[in-house]
């Protein structure tokens, strides 16, 4: 079966974007003007820029038209310590998790924003089941977050926890609200429960149809997603046991993110994206 039209002028249109023919900030032709040049009617022209805008490529401008998107600035993130601007800073979380993450944002001179927390009591799945050694089945609360750099989509963050934390006493888990000082820090107050180490665990897979939308990605892209799975460890009183009491799902498009993990002393530096000028920001 052929494509239809709309699809066709939208991938010709995504062509010439890609291969910088067009250039971010460029203004396309008005409707009639596509109509004459594909051929084709104004509702065709429509939905081949509502395809294009939801592959991220244009936006519309109130009165003005619709302009090619600039490209998404490559963000780095550093996975293995929270980077902290200020020896103040204390939130408890690895580099790529809530404030942390947005610190790092922040020193960069650039915008953090998240939306606020979709907060649910939901049945653990296998790979959460597992990393919080709890039966499959279990009730577990998840605090879910949508999170962006400069009003671009950036990453979408889920945290599990136990739905005993909540029986003990953490009832802010379950608020849909933010926990300001962080959900590791506030455990700590609130139940004595420390934790001591974290274990990352990173995935690389297809983006699923939520990521695709979120994202803008193309479906028939070939843009993965990378996973971080980070299991956080508080140490039980009177035991040498170490038990599993958060999960921290985030998960990044690999378009628009690259990492860095530091091992020993290196220089208090935050890198350039891989590919771009030799030089580091300066903390």
Request: aromatic share 6%; charged share 30%; no cysteine.
């Amino acid at each position: 079966m052929p494509e239809p039209m709309y699809r066709r002028i939208a991938e010709k249109l995504r062509d010439e974007i890609e291969s910088g023919r067009l250039e971010p900030g460029t203004q396309l032709p008005s409707e009639s003007e596509m109509q004459d040049t594909h051929k084709a009617s104004r509702n065709t022209v429509r939905q081949a820029m509502e395809l294009l805008a939801g592959w991220g490529l244009v936006e519309t401008r109130p009165g003005q038209g619709t302009f090619i998107r600039a490209k998404y600035e490559t963000f780095v993130t550093t996975l293995s310590a929270e980077w902290k601007p200020d020896a103040d800073s204390d939130t408890g979380l690895g580099g790529g998790e809530g404030e942390a993450a947005f610190n790092e944002v922040t020193a960069q001179r650039r915008k953090a924003g998240a939306t606020g927390p979709r907060v649910e009591v939901m049945k653990a799945s296998g790979y959460v089941a597992r990393r919080l050694h709890v039966e499959e089945g279990t009730s577990v609360i998840s605090r879910h977050q949508e999170r962006l750099i400069d009003d671009q989509p950036w990453s979408l963050q889920t945290s599990y926890y136990p739905i005993t934390l909540l029986e003990r006493g953490a009832r802010r888990l379950i608020e849909a609200g933010d926990i300001e000082e962080g959900a590791v820090k506030y455990l700590k107050e609130a139940l004595g429960m420390n934790q001591v180490g974290y274990r990352d665990r990173i995935l690389v897979r297809r983006a699923n149809d939520i990521e695709l939308r979120f994202f803008r990605l193309r479906e028939d892209a070939a843009t993965p997603v990378v996973v971080l799975l980070r299991t956080g460890y508080a140490d039980e009183k009177g035991s040498e046991r170490l038990a599993p009491f958060r999960l921290a799902e985030t998960v990044f498009p690999a378009d628009r993110n690259q990492f860095v993990i530091n091992a020993g002393r290196v220089p208090g530096l935050l890198a350039e994206p891989a590919g771009g000028p030799d030089t580091q920001k300066e903390s």
